[in-house]
C-alpha cells in the first residue's frame, strides 16, 4: 500500500451477523488497490461469534452499547483513523475495484466531500431488483439534473472524515442516510456513482413486498426517521432485525395481501351493493374478516 497514512476506514456496524459477515471481510480484503485502508467492525451488543470472526480476518473491533445502527456507526468512524470514512453493511460484497473507484473519483475532483453509489440485491424477488433500479436510478437523474444525489445509502456512502458532524444517535433507521446526507450537503458536492454498486442480501425483503413497502419502509423508515428527529428521542423504535432468509413466511405474506384485496374488491358484487355504500355499511365486518384472515395466514 502506497500510501503513509489511512486513506479509508470502512466501517461496518454488526449485530449477530455471523452467517454473512466472513463474504463481507473476504470481499473487502479483496480489494484491487493502491489506497491503504482499515476495516472496522461495530460489536453492537453480538452474542454470536462476528467479533472474533471480524478479528480472524484482521478487522478492528469497538465495541458500542447502545443499540442501533446509528450508534454503532457513530462509535466506528469516531474510532476511526482514515482521510475518508466508507459506510457499509456487514451482508454486503463489492466488485474488486469498488474501494478503487471511490479513490480515484475523489482524487479527480477535490471538491467531493462525499460519494455514493447504488446497492444492489443479491438474490432477490423481481420487485426489490426493479426498486433498486427505479430508486438508485431516479436518484442518479437528480444528481444529473441538480448536482446532488436525491438519495444515498448507507451500504455505499463515502465521505470526509472532517466535513462529518455525527450521526443523530437519537433516531434509528434512516439517520444514517437521510440525516448524513441533508449534513453533507451542506458542506461541499456530493456525488454519486451509477456503476459502483455493493451487492446486499435480499434477506430484508423475506416478508414480501406490501410488509417491505408499509411496514418496513413507510412506518419504521420514513416515520421512524422523522418522529423521532422532531421529537428529538425514539417514539418508533427499531426494526426488527433481518437474520434468516424465511421463504414460507415471504409466501404467506403475498397470499394474505392479495386475498385481503380480493375481499375488498369482490366483496361488493357479492353483496350486491355498489363500492362506497358496500364500505360505509359493512366497515367494521370488513376490518374483522380482515384480521381474521391476517390472523390466520400469519
Given at each position: 500500500?502506497?500510501?503513509?497514512?489511512?486513506?479509508?476506514?470502512?466501517?461496518?456496524?454488526?449485530?449477530?451477523?455471523?452467517?454473512?459477515?466472513?463474504?463481507?471481510?473476504?470481499?473487502?480484503?479483496?480489494?484491487?488497490?493502491?489506497?491503504?485502508y482499515?476495516?472496522i467492525?461495530?460489536?453492537?451488543n453480538?452474542?454470536?461469534?462476528?467479533?472474533?470472526?471480524?478479528?480472524?480476518?484482521?478487522?478492528?473491533?469497538?465495541?458500542?452499547?447502545?443499540?442501533?445502527?446509528?450508534?454503532?456507526?457513530?462509535?466506528?468512524?469516531?474510532?476511526a483513523?482514515?482521510?475518508?470514512?466508507?459506510?457499509?453493511?456487514?451482508?454486503?460484497?463489492?466488485?474488486?475495484?469498488?474501494?478503487?473507484?471511490?479513490?480515484?473519483?475523489?482524487?479527480?475532483?477535490?471538491?467531493?466531500?462525499?460519494?455514493?453509489?447504488?446497492?444492489?440485491?443479491?438474490?432477490?424477488?423481481?420487485?426489490?431488483?426493479?426498486?433498486?433500479?427505479?430508486?438508485?436510478?431516479?436518484?442518479f437523474?437528480?444528481?444529473?439534473l441538480?448536482?446532488?444525489?436525491?438519495?444515498?445509502?448507507a451500504?455505499?456512502?463515502?465521505?470526509?472524515?472532517?466535513?462529518?458532524?455525527?450521526?443523530?444517535?437519537?433516531?434509528?433507521?434512516?439517520?444514517?442516510?437521510?440525516?448524513?446526507?441533508?449534513?453533507?450537503?451542506?458542506?461541499?458536492?456530493?456525488?454519486?456513482?451509477?456503476?459502483?454498486?455493493?451487492?446486499?442480501?435480499?434477506?430484508?425483503?423475506?416478508?414480501?413486498?406490501?410488509?417491505?413497502?408499509?411496514?418496513?419502509?413507510?412506518?419504521?423508515?420514513?416515520?421512524?426517521?422523522?418522529?423521532?428527529?422532531?421529537?428529538?428521542?425514539q417514539i418508533?423504535?427499531?426494526?426488527?432485525?433481518?437474520?434468516?432468509?424465511?421463504?414460507?413466511?415471504?409466501?404467506?405474506?403475498?397470499?394474505a395481501?392479495?386475498?385481503?384485496?380480493?375481499?375488498?374488491?369482490?366483496?361488493?358484487?357479492?353483496?350486491?351493493?355498489?363500492?362506497?355504500?358496500?364500505?360505509?355499511?359493512n366497515?367494521?365486518?370488513?376490518?374483522?374478516?380482515?384480521?381474521?384472515?391476517?390472523?390466520?395466514?400469519?
Amino acid at each position: 500500500m502506497e500510501d503513509k497514512r489511512v486513506r479509508f476506514s470502512v466501517v461496518i456496524p454488526c449485530y449477530n451477523e455471523e452467517r454473512l459477515l466472513p463474504k463481507t471481510l473476504e470481499s473487502l480484503r479483496s480489494q484491487n488497490t493502491k489506497a491503504s485502508y482499515e476495516i472496522i467492525v461495530v460489536d453492537n451488543n453480538c452474542t454470536d461469534q462476528s467479533a472474533k470472526i471480524a478479528k480472524q480476518y484482521n478487522a478492528r473491533v469497538v465495541t458500542e452499547s447502545i443499540p442501533g445502527v446509528c450508534a454503532a456507526r457513530q462509535k466506528g468512524t469516531e474510532q476511526a483513523k482514515g482521510e475518508i470514512i466508507v459506510s457499509t453493511d456487514a451482508d454486503t460484497s463489492f466488485s474488486s475495484n469498488w474501494l478503487d473507484t471511490i479513490d480515484q473519483t475523489f482524487k479527480k475532483n477535490k471538491k467531493l466531500v462525499a460519494l455514493g453509489g447504488p446497492c444492489r440485491y443479491i438474490d432477490g424477488p423481481w420487485w426489490g431488483n426493479t426498486y433498486t433500479y427505479i430508486l438508485f436510478g431516479l436518484s442518479f437523474l437528480f444528481y444529473q439534473l441538480f448536482d446532488r444525489p436525491l438519495y444515498l445509502t448507507a451500504t455505499n456512502i463515502a465521505f470526509k472524515k472532517d466535513a462529518w458532524e455525527g450521526y443523530d444517535i437519537n433516531v434509528n433507521q434512516g439517520g444514517d442516510e437521510l440525516g448524513l446526507l441533508h449534513q453533507l450537503k451542506n458542506k461541499g458536492k456530493v456525488g454519486f456513482k451509477f456503476r459502483n454498486p455493493t451487492y446486499t442480501s435480499a434477506r430484508r425483503l423475506h416478508k414480501g413486498m406490501f410488509y417491505s413497502i408499509f411496514v418496513s419502509f413507510l412506518y419504521y423508515y420514513l416515520a421512524g426517521y422523522y418522529i423521532n428527529t422532531k421529537f428529538k428521542k425514539q417514539i418508533i423504535g427499531h426494526a426488527p432485525a433481518y437474520r434468516e432468509i424465511k421463504k414460507k413466511t415471504n409466501l404467506r405474506y403475498r397470499f394474505a395481501a392479495i386475498t385481503s384485496l380480493a375481499v375488498l374488491l369482490m366483496g361488493p358484487f357479492y353483496l350486491n351493493k355498489p363500492v362506497n355504500n358496500f364500505v360505509h355499511d359493512n366497515a367494521s365486518d370488513f376490518v374483522g374478516l380482515v384480521k381474521r384472515i391476517s390472523k390466520t395466514l400469519l
